[in-house]
């Protein structure tokens, strides 16, 4: 019995002492900074230009361009599309 109760309270200290934590700190312990902006951020980056170069059965290029760590964007594609020597212009 004694050791029944020495077990609840410390599992009941332990609960106490893990959930006193400070809330306004996230993941890193820097306090004062909100996540939830963190997680908003779908690039590291604030903004930029990425140009890719396609090949295979569709050549050309893509451009994306982002603003506002990529809760903007726009992209563009110029290609040609093969198949079996019938072309298709994007």
């Given amino acids: 019995m004694k050791k029944l109760l020495l077990f609840s309270i410390t599992l009941i200290t ?4 893990l959930s006193c934590g400070d809330s306004n700190k ?5 306090p004062g900074k909100d996540s939830s902006s963190e997680l908003q951020k779908r690039y590291g980056v604030k903004s ?26 726009a992209e563009y594609t110029r290609s040609v599309f093969t198949i079996k020597g019938i072309y298709k212009t994007n």
Avoid: C, H, P
């Fill in 14 to 17: 332990a609960i106490t002492f």
């Fill in 26 to 30: 996230d993941e890193t312990g820097n």
């Fill in 48 to 73: 930029g230009v990425i140009e890719y170069v396609l090949s295979g059965s569709q050549e050309g290029t893509k451009t994306l361009y982002f603003d506002s760590w990529g809760m903007r964007q």
